[in-house]
């Protein structure tokens, strides 16, 4: 079992440019959340899917988007980068609504100059 | 509005001693309540959770944790700590309401385990 993978580990962008983020769940998981972790704080909540619909969402503005495909790998697309946007972004799939822990991929560090 | 504090940034504790390692949440409802630890350039991993039922919940690395709920509190513990367990801790609570599974997590504390 595979686990849950991202990718890219690492990214670098330039402000203003767009870059997309990408994440297979666990196998057996079909809901696949995304979380923001700026430097030396909590993972913060963007957004859920499950059933490719977003489900619910976070306090971050329209820039942040996302898409979830039949086979229940996600995207997560962020627009017109800020210098603010650079984190560590942290996949996390889960069983549906079933109250299961959610396993966590090893992180994207993303770094906008 | 709903959110897990953990007062501590940081916890030091000598290897063979016991740590603890606390999380007070405000959440409306019955919470579901999670422990996870990052290791550095990593991601989260799982450690316990507390759905329902005994207090005292145990989980992986011969880590537990106490559930309080008239102290809202959902302190890690572990009897005897070890270096390897050095590392960032992370309380988070899944509210009870809404049917889906977003977490609220605490900003993170810091355990130092000296040899």
């Known amino acids: 079992d595979a686990g849950v993978t991202q990718s890219p580990t690492h990214l670098i962008k330039t402000r203003g440019q767009q870059v997309t983020l990408r994440c297979s769940p666990k196998s057996g998981h079909d809901t696949v959340s995304w979380y923001q972790q700026a430097l030396g704080q909590g993972p913060q909540f963007i957004f859920q899917?499950?059933?490719?619909?977003?489900?619910q969402r976070g306090n971050f503005p329209d820039r942040f988007s996302g898409h979830q495909f039949p086979n229940y790998s996600s995207e997560l697309n962020v627009n017109a980068l800020l210098l603010g946007d650079s984190a560590l972004y942290l996949c996390?799939?889960?069983?549906?609504?079933?109250?299961?822990?959610?396993?966590f991929g090893q992180g994207t560090r993303l770094t906008v100059v | 509005a709903q959110s897990v504090a953990q007062p501590e940034d940081q916890v030091n504790v000598a290897e063979g001693n016991p740590l603890t390692v606390k999380c007070t949440y405000s959440v409306s409802g019955n919470p579901y309540l999670f422990w996870y630890v990052q290791y550095p350039n990593r991601g989260l991993q799982f450690l316990l959770k507390y759905i329902t039922g005994d207090n005292l919940v145990k989980g992986s690395y011969g880590f537990e944790a106490e559930f309080n709920k008239s102290q809202t509190s959902f302190h890690l513990k572990k009897p005897s700590a070890l270096v390897s367990d050095s590392a960032l801790y992370f309380c988070?609570?899944?509210?009870?309401?809404?049917?889906?599974?977003?977490?609220?997590f605490g900003a993170g504390t810091r355990l130092a385990v000296h040899p």
């Open positions: 899917y499950y059933e490719e619909e977003e489900r």
């Open positions: 988070a609570v899944r509210p009870s309401s809404g049917g889906y599974n977003k977490l609220i």
């Open positions: 996390a799939s889960s069983r549906g609504r079933a109250n299961t822990e959610a396993f």
